[in-house]
């Protein structure tokens, strides 16, 4: 069930849906907070259960089937809406994945479940905050699988998307991008690994020709984001989860947002999970990151529409 905030209407506003995400975590309280610092940026649309308060029915904290069924058939609906035209964008508060595999559904994340219900085929996982820009080439697999699942097209593709929506929902007209290494030191020229020299260098001279463009890397980690944090570059290209997640948490803790890019519409989401073991305690539910999640939806939507 959907319910509508602040209904003004006005061609050039932005329709923003946001999910509530899983009943029983923080994100009904957030996007209440949100909304009441936010109402005057865009029309918004509510998406949940209008007793998304009962706490008889979605106690405090708890991973529950009834949760979990519940956030997916909120983001059921919020695809039902993309696809109708009655919403711009979307925001994704937190689920369990616990709660929605519990409940039956095999769910890995949301940028997987709407790559599958819009049927994208290549999609990136952007992560970012004020200061930087990460796109992941893997994204949630065990870090002994990553150096496996690596391979050329894969990289390719993710560039590709990466550089499409840094153009399209960032106005940026030639991005600058670097890649980090695998391993540390970028491997030492083989000394420590030789996946840089074998797979990820040869992939980026097959993108330069290919695109007609410049790659940096691959670099050290530390170097790439130090580079990118003293903005030489836009974007930087993460070979796994944590090499993004550490360095976005420690320069900007309150400001992360996780982008989608690759879907015909922009989703974000706060970079911070259902917060269970504070979600019986409102007055301790920070609504900062969703406020930024908010934000950059409404700016990729009105970049995407002036493309």
Same mark, same amino acid.
């Given at each position: ?6 209904? /003004?209407? *006005?061609?050039? *506003? ?9 009943p029983a975590g923080i994100g009904p309280v957030i996007t209440e907070k949100a909304i009441n610092r936010l109402k005057d940026l865009a029309d918004f ?13 979605? +106690? ?9 069924? =519940? ?5 059921? @609906?919020? !695809?039902?809406?993309?696809? @109708?035209?009655? !919403? ?5 508060? +937190? ?6 595999? %519990?409940?039956?559904?095999?769910? &890995? ?20 905050? &004020?200061? %930087?820009?990460?796109?992941?080439? /893997?994204?949630h697999i065990p870090l002994n699988k990553v150096s496996g699942a690596l391979n050329s097209k894969m990289i390719l593709d993710n560039v590709r998307v ?21 391993? +540390? ?8 690994? *030789? ?6 260098? +040869? ?7 290919? %695109? ?6 691959? %670099? ?9 944090? =003293? ?11 944590? &090499? ?15 982008? /989608? ?5 922009? *989703?974000?989401?706060p970079l911070h999970g259902t917060a269970f073991d504070i979600a019986s305690r409102p007055e301790r539910a920070s609504p900062d990151s969703l406020i930024? =999640?908010? #934000?950059?939806?409404? #700016? ?8």
């Amino acid at each position: 069930m959907t319910s509508k905030i602040n209904p /003004t209407s *006005r061609s050039s *506003r932005i329709r923003v849906g946001i999910t509530i995400g899983d009943p029983a975590g923080i994100g009904p309280v957030i996007t209440e907070k949100a909304i009441n610092r936010l109402k005057d940026l865009a029309d918004f649309v509510i998406i949940g259960s209008l007793d998304k308060t009962d706490r008889r029915k979605f +106690p405090a904290g708890i991973v529950s089937c009834a949760a979990g069924r =519940a956030s997916l058939q909120y983001l059921d @609906n919020a !695809i039902d809406l993309i696809k @109708n035209k009655k !919403i711009d964008c979307l925001v994704t508060c +937190p689920v369990s994945k616990e709660a929605i595999n %519990l409940a039956g559904f095999r769910f &890995q994340g949301h940028t997987e479940y709407l790559a599958r219900a819009f049927g994208a085929k290549n999609y990136v996982m952007m992560l970012l905050n &004020q200061e %930087l820009k990460f796109s992941l080439i /893997t994204r949630h697999i065990p870090l002994n699988k990553v150096s496996g699942a690596l391979n050329s097209k894969m990289i390719l593709d993710n560039v590709r998307v990466t550089l499409s929506g840094l153009r399209r929902l960032f106005a940026i007209k030639k991005p600058r991008l670097v890649f980090c290494g695998l391993n +540390p030191h970028a491997s030492d020229n083989g000394v420590i690994g *030789r996946e840089e020299s074998v797979l990820i260098r +040869p992939a980026i001279k097959k993108i330069e020709r290919e %695109l007609r463009i410049s790659i940096d890397g691959p %670099l050290s980690a530390d170097v790439a984001v130090s580079k990118a944090y =003293a903005k030489e570059y836009d974007c930087v290209m993460a070979m796994y989860h944590d &090499q993004a997640l550490i360095p976005l948490k420690l320069t900007g803790k309150y400001s992360g947002v996780n982008l /989608t890019l690759g879907l015909p519409f922009v *989703r974000t989401s706060p970079l911070h999970g259902t917060a269970f073991d504070i979600a019986s305690r409102p007055e301790r539910a920070s609504p900062d990151s969703l406020i930024e =999640a908010i #934000k950059l939806a409404i #700016k990729c939507a009105s970049n995407l529409k002036k493309d």
